[in-house]
């Protein structure tokens, strides 16, 4: 398996992470829980968020794979009138990754604002995408949360 940049950044601060790959054909979080053998309520993606406001920077917002992101919910959270879903072309653009492989963690210094959703904390670990499609990593919430300056909100309905 080859060193993606997200696996550069947890080794260079000594973090622990185990990494599975996956068929790059499989797109959702059910078919990667599925493929790596864990509950999907672990496999957490990462989506792109514009604010409708001028001048705001994109946010990368961290969430369970099962739930939907509540755009209202998260835009009181964090002090917002209006957020929108990136379209996937909008993602890659502004990540330079695909969709499917978009990572917190391969995108830190990249100007994005970081959010992760509070269900995570009910976690010890959890399974994120490694910055390409076809690998994810298990970390350690708190390890996350501390690497990439995420902060934590509500971002989803409660289940």
Do not use: C, W
């Amino acid at each position: 398996m080859q060193k993606t940049n997200a696996m550069r950044v947890l080794d260079g601060r000594k973090i622990a992470y185990t990494a599975h790959e996956y068929s790059e054909e499989i797109h959702g979080t059910d078919g990667v829980a599925t493929a790596i053998g864990v509950p999907e309520a672990q496999v957490y993606k990462t989506l792109v968020v514009l604010s409708e406001a001028p001048g705001r920077k994109p946010m990368l917002v961290i969430t369970p794979g099962p739930r939907e992101l509540n755009l209202r919910l998260l835009a009181k959270e964090i002090g917002e009138k209006s957020l929108r879903m990136a379209t996937h072309k909008e993602a890659e653009s502004l990540t330079g990754l695909k969709v499917g492989g978009i990572s917190a963690l391969a995108l830190l210094n990249k100007g994005f604002v970081i959010y992760i959703d509070a269900s995570a904390q009910q976690l010890e670990s959890i399974y994120v995408s490694a910055g390409q499609r076809g690998i994810n990593l298990r970390v350690k919430v708190a390890d996350l949360i501390q690497v990439t300056g995420a902060k934590v909100v509500q971002a989803t309905d409660e289940v």
